[in-house]
């Protein structure tokens, strides 16, 4: 889909590499890639740089890119599925707020996951131009998931899963009683 351009990085333990999560970055070639990237805003220019595991930055063009996985550990070890996104749909309805969806993707099966249902949803599809998930198992090695509009063959909206607002108490009626017999 396109070349990944490697470059030295001068500062790969400063301080702005702090804020940087453990992701592996799965090509739409299915070629894995670990590093770090920031939690959101990681698109300039239709590329993604990622700091890889030598401290180098590697450009990868955005429409090379099937996903992106923010994990908790790489695996390098697990060469097929290092995401461990084994759950792909959730079982029962989420009980966490969001956008509950079904994504499928070019050449791979559906997976679903919770999206925002505020403004950080639309500064994602603008400023990185994709889709940031939940999935459905938390607990498991993937925590959020990037998927590039590029990579979307198909996005259904499953459900919009809200929090149970309280009932209000009931209010007391006028006590009638009080001047029947007065």
């Not at 809200?162 to 009626?173: L, N, R």
Request: proline share 8%.
């Amino acid at each position: 889909m396109g070349h990944v351009f490697l470059r030295p990085c001068n500062n790969p333990h400063g301080v702005d590499s702090m804020s940087r999560k453990k992701v592996i970055l799965r090509t739409v070639n299915d070629t894995l890639h670990p590093g770090y990237l920031e939690p959101s805003g990681i698109v300039q220019r239709e590329t993604v740089d990622l700091l890889d595991l030598d401290g180098r930055i590697a450009s990868f063009p955005l429409a090379g890119i099937r996903s992106i996985c923010y994990v908790r550990d790489f695996n390098l070890t697990d060469t097929v599925g290092p995401e461990r996104l084994v759950r792909r749909t959730f079982l029962a309805r989420p009980r966490t707020e969001g956008l509950w969806l079904r994504v499928t993707l070019h050449g791979a099966e559906p997976l679903e996951g919770l999206a925002a249902s505020d403004t950080s949803l639309l500064d994602a599809l603008i400023e990185d131009r994709g889709l940031y998930l939940t999935p459905p198992d938390t607990r498991a090695n993937t925590q959020r998931v990037f998927l590039p509009r590029t990579a979307i063959a198909e996005l259904k909206l499953l459900a919009v899963v809200t929090t149970p607002s309280k009932p209000k108490p009931a209010q007391p009626a006028d006590d009638l009683q009080d001047d029947l017999f007065a």
